[in-house]
């Protein structure tokens, strides 16, 4: 992971050290933001700062970092912070090269730039995916590396000693006889040397500060209260909306009677869209109020969409088995070693539609100006924004600003644009700045849902019950072919779908694994946290854990056994929680623990679920313990929390989340219907890293992916039963 001096910089790295380089200078941040306010939360606080900035020109806009005269360093983070503390993991990698404590480094948003900030990963400029340390480890850290270098050149140029001969320390760069000079008094000089490359990064041994635990940047704001998110933002001149959409996909607004509406105290117009009606109000209760007002006289046309109902749903994937669909991995012969087989294991499974349901819904702060149009939205997908509003505007692209905001929570939700789309068709029509505030209600029905899935299986076992093969078909609509069509095969696979499923952890002589495609009519499928492997985690792990039971041997044991000499992260990572787990020790009648076991976005976890079962189909979680290897660890408190919170969310959708449909429309509203993990219902998570000078792995969804199949195998420890259709509450259990 180390590289050396006479490692290849790749043209990716190369651009990012020249973009670095650019901002030795002083960039001020504000010069590439507009004068109106407010800006993002980040940018507000750098701008407090008593800093004498240096005035750049506009094309420092690809700096991912800078150095100011009072020596402050200020990170341009190419990911928003969204609850992740992936802010806080740049400013260390930043701080550890830099050799500045972290009290040093600010963070500000990167606006839109496609050529600058596109992730390795993802492939486009977004935050998700689980991508965010893994694609910036090394080059963060050039950046800073090439920095903290031309800053020892200048100060040895100035000293006229050779550079060999000085090094960084606490913001300082320390020479011959111990002479000083502190990073903002050679940053000048610094800025008019030529970019290094091949430039060597610390190792290890030698960190300071990634490894250690550190208080995330954000965590201060945010509890006092001083965080802004796009929902507490006021624009000078704001008014607020609040929309209702055509309750079913693909219908349009007709007409509606706007005039009770308009008799509510403080609601100052309404907005007709093609699938939707708005109303402006001085504040959101005006705007609440107006819509409430419209509802008997709002006339829908809810076209082809309306006579939908779950069943036909599901039973357009059921049929969907019957086409051909793509096959994602085709190895020996399934077929043959189906026929001649000592046995055959045979399981389907079905997971719902789930909504995003984030603290904050869908907010946007939008103005159309005739000069531009700007945006103040917290969005993973800023380049996206930026076309959308830009198509909704009739503006080219280049007269959008995009203001990016931390965010609420989005778990994949922000990824999307339409509520951007919407806020700017309605400011469009205004000639004031109006901020667009979706109710729960609204969020929860006009959610992009993560896909039904319907997954068959077939195994056919030897003598010992070990698998000598399997097959797999997966049932499901392509969230890539709505998002990204072009990075779509001509067979229709989607790599997502398949994660998991196509390279399953365990080794298989024979495998054939086959994608049928299905999109839902009345419904629209996204990305949900834990993407792929929160479907192929499931389904897997489930199905080993029914091999495992089917041989009469320990689900522990029965993994290792067919890991073989394979996947040593994986199985460390097993054996320590089970050891956590004491899983040898027998439990008493009604109890039982499950395991699963995954390598997921390039970190190795294994979660065991330990529950009790009452005679009334209570379910009481007595013990959760999470094991991780993640390769390097930035942050150990970020860490732990992403593994918590991301555990406890994926409890909550394998407990009690479903999006049902009815008459083409959402059945769920809220929280009453659409439940949340709740205080009572949460047991502690009893979170295990284990140490690794691996490359980084992502870890903010790794949690979610991993809970749902452990606790199904400890279902069926406790209640000898194999429930195969999620949520748990569809069997009638409820926690206690």
């Not at 020109?57 to 990911?79: D, W």
Request: proline share 7%; net charge negative.
């Amino acid at each position: 992971m180390n590289k050396n001096s006479s490692a290849p910089v790749s043209p990716e790295r190369r651009r990012m050290l020249k973009a670095s380089g650019v901002a030795l200078g002083g960039l001020l941040i504000a010069t590439w933001l507009p004068p109106m306010v407010p800006k993002s939360f980040a940018i507000q606080r750098l701008e407090e700062e008593p800093e004498d900035h240096e005035l750049q020109p506009p094309t420092a806009l690809g700096a991912f970092l800078r150095v100011g005269h009072n020596g402050h360093i200020t990170l341009i983070s190419p990911k928003i912070e969204m609850g992740q503390g992936v802010q806080t993991g740049f400013a260390m990698m930043i701080a550890e090269e830099l050799e500045v404590p972290l009290s040093q480094v600010s963070v500000a948003e990167a606006p839109p730039n496609p050529e600058l900030y596109s992730d390795s990963i993802l492939n486009f400029q977004a935050t998700g995916g689980s991508a965010s340390t893994r694609s910036n480890w090394e080059p963060l850290r050039e950046a800073a590396a090439a920095a903290r270098i031309m800053l020892i050149q200048a100060a040895a140029n100035q000293w006229q000693v050779s550079a060999a001969d000085c090094r960084a320390e606490n913001g300082q760069v320390i020479g011959p006889g111990d002479r000083r000079l502190g990073y903002g008094e050679v940053v000048a000089a610094a800025a008019e040397l030529t970019v290094p490359e091949n430039v060597p990064l610390k190792k290890p041994e030698d960190f300071k500060i990634i490894g250690k635990p550190a208080q995330r940047l954000d965590t201060p704001s945010k509890v006092d209260g001083s965080a802004k998110f796009t929902i507490d933002l006021h624009v000078p001149g704001m008014k607020i909306a609040s929309a209702r959409a055509c309750p079913v996909v693909g219908g349009t607004l007709v007409a509606v009677d706007e005039s009770r509406a308009r008799a509510v105290p403080g609601v100052v117009e309404v907005i007709k869209l093609d699938n939707a009606v708005a109303v402006i109000g001085d504040h959101m209760w005006a705007a609440i109020k107006g819509l409430e007002a419209l509802e008997e006289s709002v006339e829908w046309d809810f076209g082809a969409h309306g006579g939908i109902d779950q069943a036909q749903i599901e039973q357009a994937l059921r049929d969907a088995f019957e086409r051909d669909g793509a096959i994602a991995n085709d190895v020996g012969d399934i077929d043959k070693a189906l026929d001649g087989a000592e046995s055959k294991i045979e399981a389907e499974y079905e997971m719902p539609f789930l909504a995003h349901s984030p603290l904050e819904p869908m907010t946007c702060v939008a103005q159309v100006r005739a000069d531009a149009c700007e945006l103040w939205v917290g969005t993973q997908a800023p380049v996206f924004a930026r076309q959308a509003a830009a198509k909704a505007s009739g503006m080219p692209a280049e007269k959008v600003i995009i203001h990016n905001q931390w965010i609420g929570g989005a778990f994949g939700r922000r990824l999307e644009t339409d509520f951007i789309t919407q806020a700017t068709a309605i400011a469009k029509q205004v000639d004031y700045p109006i901020k667009l505030v979706w109710t729960r209600e609204e969020d929860t029905t006009h959610d992009l849902y993560r896909p039904h899935y319907i997954d068959r299986f077939a195994a056919a076992l030897d003598a010992d019950g070990m698998p000598i093969g399997w097959s797999q078909t997966i049932v499901g609509a392509s969230v890539l072919a709505r998002f990204a069509p072009d990075a779509v095969p001509p067979n229709g696979l989607d790599s997502d779908a398949v994660e998991n499923s196509a390279n399953p952890l365990y080794p298989l002589s024979n495998l054939r694994v086959r994608y049928v495609p299905e999109a839902p009519k009345a419904i629209l499928n996204s990305w949900w946290r834990g993407v792929g492997p929160l479907h192929g985690a499931y389904v897997v792990e489930s199905f080993v854990d029914e091999l495992a039971y089917a041989a009469k041997q320990d689900p522990v044991d029965y993994r290792l056994k067919l890991l073989g000499d394979q996947h040593p992260r994986a199985q460390a990572v097993l054996r320590l929680a089970a050891e956590k787990a004491n899983w040898r020790q027998p439990l008493p009648d009604g109890r039982g623990r499950g395991v699963a076991v995954q390598e997921v976005f390039g970190s190795y976890l294994a979660t065991v679920v330990e529950l009790q079962i009452d005679a009334n189909n209570g379910v009481r979680i007595k013990r959760l313990i999470c094991v991780a290897d993640c390769g390097i660890v930035t942050n150990p408190t970020s860490v732990h929390s992403q593994l918590e919170g991301g555990t406890l969310f994926g409890l909550s959708a394998a407990l009690y989340n479903e999006i049902t449909v009815k008459n083409g429309r959402v059945e769920q509203s809220n929280y009453n219907d659409y439940r949340q993990l709740r205080i009572s219902d949460a047991p502690p998570v009893e979170v295990f890293v284990v140490p690794s000078t691996e490359a980084p792995g992502g870890i903010g969804e790794a949690g979610t992916a991993m809970i749902a199949p452990a606790l199904m195998n400890a279902m069926h420890a406790a209640t000898g039963k194999r429930f195969r259709r999620l949520p748990l509450a569809r069997a009638g259990f409820h926690v206690i």
